[in-house]
């Protein structure tokens, strides 16, 4: 089943916030961010800016009334910067204009008096300096201490991945309009309605049933809205109880880009011992994240590169300790993967260099230690399922791996301008929220009288094609046609206290939750046919919208069925609630089983390098994937495609950078470059691995957002080993992203 | 008063010329399925088409409409995703939907204006170029797998294509509203109004200007050279190419006779931005702009090309190596325009290189071409330059100099790189390091040797001997 979404896309006619209609009077919103990375306000001139045309108000954190706070899990950030700022682009106020442009030039005459403070940007730094969001978390399993005597080699180094701008086409906005009774309806590009709900209501000082907050959809997210839309949406409201006139605010692409936070880089230290036959016996690590300046969810993402330090492999001896650095940079912020895969690039660069210092293919200690159903993972969860064992098969029986070593081989002493290289990359990732409480969700089913649907989840539709699912686990359900449903605005109104749409579990969760209502109605809408006809309701089941009693057909259609039961005063209401069993976590012990399944994956990626020039092209990526049993292949292969590029972005050409006075230079499109048409892959090809999916994933179809993305990394690796073919001094690097200049630099190593 | 039609409906408006295409078609117009992704023509979420008559036919290009001012659209068409609407979804629209090239949805409306445009194109259908037509489209859900098989299915269904009458074809194979076919005649009422006078500052296709001063541009009154036919011509005579300041890099692309005189051109130019900017960007533009890592000053200082600046009645013609004194500091005045670059032919042999952090759609990190003639193995007349490895566009006189007279050979070529690396300044920025740069600009220079002399000069003879 195609995107339901995708005729409205291809049209124009998908409305996105933006394209809202504003109603008469409303205020055009633009923030002023803060031009220095660390310092206190000594004082700001707004005089001129309010006298400028069409300037309504300007507001700051004087207006106020609740608290000045955005901080989802520790109270750190304010939403206007009071008397100090931590890093450039911090929001400080909030001009109110008649028009954009009047706001855009009011602001350029605000003078800002700040004194400047020594600042931090780099994360070593400010862990030496004891500048940390929290104290750091450490993971442990066997003896790492007597486990290095064990082992035959041991390898050292250091491995950092930058950043990731989120580069959603849509950028961050909201728009808020006053209701009455002091009342505000918040529109807003979020991933999280209930965390702008909650966080509105304190800053405003209301309730929560004050605010209503509704997403039709996101032009992209990829986490980059998960917490950070926030801030956004309630300088709106703000806005709105302050003026009692509609307030829009939606960034322009450089402030979007200069005042959010991205992926975290991660810098991190390593050491590995492996056994004469290859088995790793010892991995120790230390992750230093770059968190920013505030925690944002740095510290939930800190504990997932921790939960994926060792990868899709089985290590005795384990010992990773993380910190999470503060620095004079924007809080950085959840991004598909959520700290998973820097975890991974630093273990998979341990492997990589083993491999290098004992000159065998990196695959072979990749193979060596896949992890195997009933082991354990550091954090005490039992692996089920495995398929990597599987998977590996395949990878040599329909990707033909070695031979394409050899074919490379082969390639690379025929040619001299050209290099190729290769590499594997194996995926684990584990599904569910890693904080327990938050793996829940609801959905409102009303089946009106007519026999139509109305179904609202907390599910908010980034393009990931999670309103397609919905619709049809109703559709299915019922039995009736697709056409029949409608899929809600995401609305705080109808759904509840929600999570995110995150952590690959948006369609699981709320999936789950619609299935429950579903059924409920549909036992229901069976029990009334039951009765009129006299029979058991076990007998009767719906098929094509046709109410069919002991295998025959009736005369009951399903628009029937529902108005007598209409009639007969059923309810045609439900509300179903998910809560995800089994899982649990001790934060204490670092132990539990924080997952409700694992995905599986592997990722083979050949490149080509010139090495005139020190440009690549990705020749192929042949994935063989863990779907479970997918219930729409369409979306779920689009989720693989889209995530590998993604990844493989953050791998290649994606450069963050920040200068030394922490403003950002990679702020724009012309200088910050994400994947176009002719950088893809020229193949990806994916096979679906045999399985009988798992009963916690909805349908038994798995979860398919994040893991994809780390099949990306391999690229990195395939990179590194042309760059080899064509140098033998070339430094064994881990410093991701392999940008055109990194590779030329070591293609010339000497 | 600046008329033009927007999808089936004439406009006039007195916004300021300088004003923005995007912004009138979703504020004033409020068709709202043109979106604003970035504002500077690096995402084409906001592509249109513009329609013009050239000679009896229409001819559509797409453009980004964030750079697209609307005094360029006098007595032109302009389309949005609303203007291709119809009962039924197009065959565009229709394999984008069949093929799942649409996620979140927000880039789409410019995908499918932008394939369109292939579509409307008097050429064959041709995979390359319909994947060219969208190759200034950046989508961030699919990895565009998806929108490639869609595109390949497009490009298929144009296969019967009658290129004698295209638009006819495509309203009858329900690709474009019947609306189409009287756009001619339209344009023809709208031609006869248009009336060109100088009111303000000169502009080319402003696709650089507009992102650095975007701000006090759309408020005033401009005057755009692509409203002036005089200065868009490419002709060939007396041992001399001439263009005009105004022709687009699109103009060079389609046209015969500067093309015939590089058989590497699409390879070459299709390293400088996108199939979209092309169309747009001017010569002129991108000599005045003055930009270190232009990519076409690169190419013309190669050529050893004159300008001919313009004044009213007063004209002169310099060499554009001498039309750069400093950094954004040119020899030239307020008032004077470029009207024509010159340079003569035949130049010998030439190449063009240039490496980025993305190869296509990308700003160079250095880029490097040159021409020369090579008479029993003698270098002679050549002209090297090089772009982001100092202040300006930078005309390598010493490396020439050295060049002159020597013999074609591995070692040559390693000692005119000394020559080279002695006359540059690269500085370190978000482009590279000074490291980087001094080698890429090495490795591009053999780069050209490598690409002319395949044969004679190999990678291991230069780097051994290195």
Redesign the interface.
């Known amino acids: 089943m ?2 339901i ?12 916030l ?2 809202i ?1 504003t109603m008469q009077g409303c205020l055009f919103a633009v923030v002023l961010g803060s031009p220095v990375a660390h310092g206190t306000i000594q004082s700001i001139d707004y005089s001129k800016a309010l006298s400028m045309p069409g300037i309504v108000r300007i507001l700051t954190h004087q207006d106020i009334p609740g608290e000045n706070q955005i901080g989802g899990i520790f109270p750190d950030e304010e939403l206007l910067a009071a008397e100090e700022v931590h890093f450039q682009g911090q929001p400080i106020a909030v001009i109110l204009a008649k028009e954009e ?1 009047l706001a ?2 009011a602001r350029k005459e605000i003078i800002l008096k700040i004194k400047e403070h020594p600042i931090v940007v780099d994360a070593r730094e400010a862990q030496a300096k004891d500048h940390l969001i929290m104290p750091p978390r450490t993971f442990r399993k066997g003896k790492l201490s007597s486990a290095w005597e064990e082992c035959a080699h041991i390898i050292e180094g250091r491995a950092q991945s930058n950043g990731q701008e ?6 961050q906005g909201a728009y808020a309009m006053p209701l009455e009774n002091g009342n505000i309806k918040i529109a807003s590009s979020t991933q999280g309605p209930t965390a702008v709900q909650r966080m509105a209501a304190k800053v405003l000082n209301i309730g929560m049933h004050h605010l209503e907050v509704d997403v039709r ?4 997210g ?1 986490g980059g809205k998960e917490d950070q839309a926030t801030p956004w949406a309630i300088m709106a409201a703000l806005g709105v109880q302050i003026t009692q006139q509609p307030v829009k605010l939606v960034l ?2 450089i402030d979007d880009m200069r005042m959010t936070g991205k992926r975290h880089p991660y810098d991190s230290d390593f050491k590995i011992g492996l056994s004469k036959d290859l088995k790793i016996i010892a991995y120790e690590a230390t992750f230093y994240q770059n968190a920013g300046a505030a925690a944002d969810l740095s510290p939930a993402i800190l504990g997932r590169s921790l939960f994926h330090a060792t990868n899709s492999y089985d290590i005795p001896n384990v010992q990773v300790t993380a910190y999470s650095c503060k620095t004079n940079l924007p809080p950085n912020t959840a991004f598909r993967g959520f700290g998973g895969p820097q975890g991974m690039f630093v273990i998979e660069s341990a492997i990589a260099k083993a491999a290098k210092a004992l000159k065998i293919s990196t695959y072979q200690i990749q193979q060596a230690n896949l992890l195997q159903t009933g082991d354990v993972f550091p954090y005490g969860q039992k692996a089920e399922d495995v398929l990597l064992a599987q998977m590996w098969t395949e990878l040599e029986q329909e990707y033909k791996l070695r031979a394409i070593e050899k074919q490379i081989q082969h390639f690379n002493k025929k040619n ?2 050209f290099k190729k290289g290769f590499s594997v990359m194996p995926i684990t990732f584990g599904i569910s929220f890693t904080k327990t409480p938050m793996n829940q969700a609801r959905a409102l089913v009303h089946i009106y009288s007519d026999g139509s649907i109305g179904v609202s989840t907390g599910a908010v539709e ?4 999670v309103n397609t699912k919905m619709l049809q686990i109703a559709a299915d359900t019922f039995s009736i046609q697709r056409s029949k449903i409608k899929l809600e605005s995401t609305n705080t109104t109808r759904v509840a206290n929600t999570s995110p749409s995150a952590a690959s579990a948006t369609a699981d969760l709320n999936g789950k939750a619609l299935l429950q209502a579903c059924h409920a109605l549909l036992d229901r809408l069976l029990q009334n046919a039951a009765q009129h006809f006299n029979a058991n309701p076990k007998d009767v089941f719906i098929k094509n919208e046709v109410v069919y009693l002991q295998d025959q057909a009736t005369d009951l259609t399903w628009a029937k069925l529902v108005d007598q039961a209409f009639l007969d005063r059923v309810c045609l209401t439900e509300n179903g609630h998910y809560a995800t069993p089994i899982i649990h976590y001790d934060m204490k012990t670092e132990q539990g089983t924080p997952f409700a399944y694992h995905v599986y994956g592997l990722a083979l990626t050949e490149v080509t390098i010139d ?5 690549y092209e990705i020749d192929s990526v042949k994935i063989i994937h863990d779907f479970g049993k997918t219930m729409n292949p ?2 779920d ?2 989720q693989i ?6 990844g493989i972005g953050w791998m290649t ?1 994606e ?1 963050i ?1 920040y200068n030394e006075q922490g403003r950002l ?2 702020n ?4 910050y ?8 892959p020229k193949e ?1 090809k994916i096979i679906a691995t045999k399985t009988e999916g798992h009963e916690l994933a909805i349908l038994k179809s798995k979860a398919v957002g994040e893991p994809p993305l780390m099949y990306g990394i391999g690229a990195y690796f395939a990179i590194d080993n042309a760059i080899k073919a064509f140098n033998p001094k070339a430094n064994f690097q881990a410093d991701a992203p392999y ?3 990194k590779v ?2 070591n293609l ?1 190593k000497r | 008063m600046i008329e033009f039609r927007l999808n089936n409906k004439k406009i006039s408006t007195s916004k300021p010329s300088g004003s923005l295409l995007l912004d009138f078609i979703r504020q004033e117009e409020r068709l709202m399925g043109t979106k604003i992704g970035c504002r500077e023509g690096d995402c084409g979420a906001c592509t249109v088409l513009i329609g013009e008559l050239k000679d009896g036919q229409m001819k559509y290009q797409q453009v980004p409409s964030c750079l697209t001012p609307i005094g360029n659209l006098s007595g032109k068409q302009v389309v949005t995703i609303e203007g291709l609407n119809m009962e039924k979804l197009s065959p565009v629209q229709h394999h984008f939907v069949e093929e799942s090239g649409t996620q979140c949805g927000f880039c789409t409306p410019g995908f499918v204006v932008g394939l369109t445009q292939h579509c409307l194109s008097e050429q064959p259908a041709n995979y390359d170029k319909a994947i060219a037509s969208i190759s200034g489209n950046i989508c961030r859900c699919t990895g565009y797998k998806s929108i490639e098989r869609a595109t390949k299915k497009v490009n298929d269904a144009l296969s019967e294509k009658d290129t004698n009458k295209t638009i006819e074809w495509l309203v009858d194979h329900d690709f474009i509203p019947a609306y189409f076919n009287d756009v001619p005649k339209e344009l023809k009422i709208l031609a006869s109004q248009v009336k060109t006078k100088r009111v303000g500052l000169f502009v080319g296709g402003g696709t650089d200007l507009y992102v650095q001063r975007h701000e006090s541009l759309v408020k005033q009154n401009l005057d755009f050279s692509v409203n002036y036919p005089a200065l868009r011509f490419i002709k060939i005579a007396d041992s001399q190419c001439k263009i005009g300041g105004g022709s687009t890099v699109t103009d060079l692309l389609e046209s015969k006779p500067f093309t015939s005189l590089f058989p590497q051109l699409v390879k070459h130019l299709k390293l400088v931005s996108s199939a979209m900017i092309r169309n747009v960007s001017t010569l002129a533009g991108n000599f005045v702009n003055a930009s270190p890592i232009g990519d076409m000053t690169a190419f013309f200082l190669a050529l050893d090309a004159k300008i001919t600046l313009t004044e009213e009645a007063k004209s002169r013609t310099i060499y554009l190596k001498d039309f750069y004194k400093g950094y954004k500091d040119l020899d030239k005045t307020a008032g004077e325009i470029i009207t024509e670059v010159i340079f003569n032919i035949p130049f010998g042999k030439f190449n063009f290189e240039k490496v980025s952090k993305r190869t296509h759609l990308d700003i160079a990190s250095v880029n490097s071409a040159v021409s020369f003639e090579l008479i029993d193995n003698i270098f002679t007349k050549v002209h090297l330059s090089a772009g982001g490895i100092g202040p300006i566009p930078t005309y390598l006189h010493n490396t020439c100099k050295y060049l002159n007279g020597k013999a074609l050979s591995a070692k040559t070529i390693m000692s005119a790189n000394e020559v080279m690396q002695a006359e540059i300044s690269p500085i370190s920025d978000v482009r590279g390091s000074v490291e980087y740069k001094r080698l890429l600009l090495r490795q591009l220079f053999f780069g050209h040797f490598i690409e002319l002399f395949p044969e004679m000069i190999t990678l291991d003879k230069l780097v051994s001997t290195y």
Request: proline residues 3%.
């Open positions: 195609k995107n979404d995708s005729k409205s896309h291809v049209t124009g006619k998908s409305i996105y933006d394209d209609p442009h855009f030039e989120h580069l959603y086409l849509e950028t959809r996101l032009g992209g990829f322009n692409r001299q301008h980034m393009g990931q094609g090495c005139i020039r020190g440009t369409t979306i292969y689009g495609e889209g995530g590998l590029v993604q050409m450069e950078r230079l990679s724009t499109l012309s200088t470059k994400i994947p176009d048409i002719y950088s893809v990806i940008t055109t200049e030329l630099m010339y």
